[in-house]
C-alpha cells in the first residue's frame, strides 16, 4: 500500500516517516475498500475495527491499541433531529476514531516517538493511544485551549507545549519541530490513516439505522469528520447500497469561515478568514490544509456551508443540556447551526448531528 502525493503524484510506502511529500503536497491513500457487504463487518468485535474489511490496516496491532472506541449510539433529540452520541468514547470526543486507526499504524511502522498539534480534542485522543500503545507523545496547543483537555492531555503521560497565538501558530510551532528533528507527526490533518478510523462514524450509522438520514450536518474545521465521512458515503454508493448521496451541511464557526467564504463565491481554495476569538474552538480553523480537497467535495456533490452564530451558541448548549445532553461548545456550535439553517430555509426532517466532545471538557 502506498501513499500517493495530492500535488505531484508521487508515490511512496505508506510506512515512510514523511509527513508530507517534497514539494509540499499532501498525501492519499492508495486504497481502494472491497465492495461493501455487511456480511463483512465483523460483529464479535465491539468497536470501528468491526469494519476493519474496509479500513486500510497496515497489520493486527489494532488489537492492542483499540479501546472500544465506536459504536456510540443514534437518539432522538425530537421528530427532526438525530444525534449520534461520539462522545461516549474513551477520551469523550469522536476523534478516538481517527487516533485509534492512525495509533495503530504507527505501532505497526515502528514508530516510537510522535508529535501533534490539536486545539484540544485530538491531542488527547492521539495522547491517550500513544499511552496505550507505548508510543513517546508531544503535543502542542494553543494558548486559550481548555485547561480541562490540558490535564487530560497530561494525563496520559504526553508532553504539552503552550504555543502563544493562534491555532494557525500553533500548527506552525509543531511543524517546525517536525521539520527540525525528523520525528514522526502524528497529524490528524496530514495523515490519511487518521480517516480511516472517521469514515467509520458513517458505516456505524448506515448498520443502526439500515439507511442514511436525509441531511448530515458536520463540523468541519480541518475536516476530519468530514473527509471521512465524505469517503464512506461514496464507498456506500459505489457499493450500491444507498443510491445518493444526503444533503450534507459542513459546519463552520461565524468568527472562522474560510471555506462557508470561500463556498458563497465559488472560490476553489479556502479564503482568507479574518479568524476572531471563538467559543467553536475546534472548528477555528483559519487556514485548513484539506480546504481544497473539502471544497472540492463541497461543489461535486452540491453540499451547503452553513456558519454558527456566535451569540447563539451558549444558548444551543443549554437547550441540549435542559434535554440531557451536555456537549462542549464547538458541539454546541453545530446544533446553533442547524437552528440557524432551519431559520434561513424552513424547517427540515430528519437531521443528523454528531455529539463530538463532552461538555466537561470545555469549562473555561
Given at each position: ?333 453545530t446544533y446553533a447551526a442547524y437552528l440557524a439553517y432551519c431559520k434561513k430555509h424552513g424547517k427540515i426532517r430528519d437531521a443528523l448531528l454528531p455529539m463530538c466532545g463532552a461538555g466537561l471538557k470545555s469549562e473555561h
Amino acid at each position: 500500500m502506498d501513499f500517493i502525493c495530492t500535488k505531484c503524484g508521487r508515490r511512496v510506502p505508506t510506512a515512510t516517516r514523511a509527513a508530507s511529500c517534497e514539494c509540499g503536497g499532501l498525501w492519499k491513500l492508495d486504497y481502494e475498500p472491497p465492495k461493501y457487504d455487511p456480511d463483512k463487518i465483523e460483529r464479535d468485535t465491539w468497536g470501528i475495527f468491526r469494519y476493519r474489511a474496509f479500513m486500510a490496516l497496515t497489520g493486527e496491532e489494532w488489537r492492542s491499541v483499540t479501546m472500544g472506541e465506536g459504536m456510540t449510539p443514534v437518539i432522538p433529540l425530537d421528530d427532526d433531529v438525530l444525534l449520534k452520541m461520539d462522545y461516549y468514547m474513551p477520551t469523550l470526543s469522536f476523534k478516538d476514531r481517527g487516533a485509534a486507526a492512525l495509533i495503530a499504524h504507527c505501532k505497526a511502522a515502528g514508530v516510537d516517538s510522535v508529535v501533534q498539534d490539536s486545539s484540544g480534542n485530538a491531542g488527547n485522543s492521539v495522547a491517550a493511544y500513544c499511552g496505550r500503545a507505548g508510543i513517546r507523545c508531544e503535543i502542542f496547543v494553543p494558548e486559550g485551549t481548555s485547561p480541562k483537555k490540558i490535564t487530560m492531555i497530561r494525563s496520559h503521560g504526553a508532553t504539552v507545549n503552550i504555543v502563544p497565538g493562534n491555532r494557525e501558530a500553533c500548527a506552525n510551532a509543531c511543524r517546525k519541530k517536525v521539520r527540525d528533528t525528523g520525528i514522526f507527526y502524528a497529524s490528524h490533518v496530514y495523515n490519511p490513516f487518521f480517516y480511516e478510523g472517521t469514515k467509520t462514524y458513517i458505516y456505524e450509522i448506515f448498520e443502526q439505522l439500515h439507511r442514511i438520514p436525509a441531511y448530515l450536518f458536520i463540523p468541519t474545521g480541518n475536516g476530519t469528520l468530514f473527509l471521512g465521512a465524505v469517503k464512506a458515503l461514496e464507498h456506500l454508493l459505489a457499493s450500491g447500497v444507498i443510491d445518493k448521496m444526503p444533503h450534507i451541511v459542513a459546519v463552520q464557526s461565524e468568527h472562522c469561515d474560510p471555506l462557508y467564504a470561500a463556498a458563497q463565491s465559488g472560490e476553489k481554495a479556502p479564503a482568507k478568514a479574518d479568524s476572531r476569538p471563538t467559543l467553536a474552538e475546534g472548528i477555528a480553523i483559519a487556514e485548513p490544509m484539506r480546504g481544497e480537497e473539502i471544497l472540492s467535495y463541497i461543489y461535486r456533490y452540491g453540499m451547503e456551508v452553513q456558519t454558527a452564530p456566535e451569540a447563539e451558541i451558549l444558548p444551543a448548549r443549554a437547550a441540549l443540556a435542559e434535554r440531557g445532553i451536555f456537549c462542549e461548545h464547538t458541539t454546541a456550535a453545530t446544533y446553533a447551526a442547524y437552528l440557524a439553517y432551519c431559520k434561513k430555509h424552513g424547517k427540515i426532517r430528519d437531521a443528523l448531528l454528531p455529539m463530538c466532545g463532552a461538555g466537561l471538557k470545555s469549562e473555561h
